[in-house]
């Protein structure tokens, strides 16, 4: 299977509604549901005490490193594929996105030297 893009009628609207969607994910959902992610985790564990340390220190990065992986990856997705697939290429993209996210919950903090 190849990768074309969609067939549309006006590409310049479409290619609007990409970047829309993505900002949208990127902007707003992202930055508010890490450190829920980072909290929930961390409270599994029973670590809750070091739950504003984590954050402080590891909120920043991970947004960065989120923008890193699923800016292109959503463009990607809502440009090039089809509809019956991208929930199947958002899980995949998601499944490595989930360690790299687990990584940055549980590493070890950096203490005063």
């Known amino acids: 299977m190849t990768l074309k ?3 549309f009628r006006r590409p310049s609207v479409l290619c ?3 970047c829309q969607r993505t900002a949208f994910d990127q902007l707003l959902f992202a930055p508010l549901f890490i450190p829920c992610f980072m909290s929930s985790l ?8 070091s739950i504003p ?8 990065e991970t ?7 699923w800016t292109p990856a959503q ?16 899980n995949c993209v998601g499944f ?3 360690m790299i996210l687990s990584f ?8 005063p030297s």
């Open 75 to 90: 463009l990607i997705n809502f440009r090039f594929v089809p509809l019956s697939y991208q929930v199947l290429f958002g």
């Open 63 to 69: 947004v960065l490193a989120n923008w890193v992986v």
């Open 16 to 18: 609007f509604r990409y």
């Open 104 to 111: 940055q919950a549980t590493k070890p903090t950096k203490g």
């Open 42 to 49: 961390l409270a599994l564990e029973g670590d809750i005490a």
């Open 5 to 7: 893009p969609c067939v």
């Open 53 to 60: 340390s984590r954050l402080r220190t590891s909120w920043a």
């Open 96 to 98: 490595g996105w989930n």
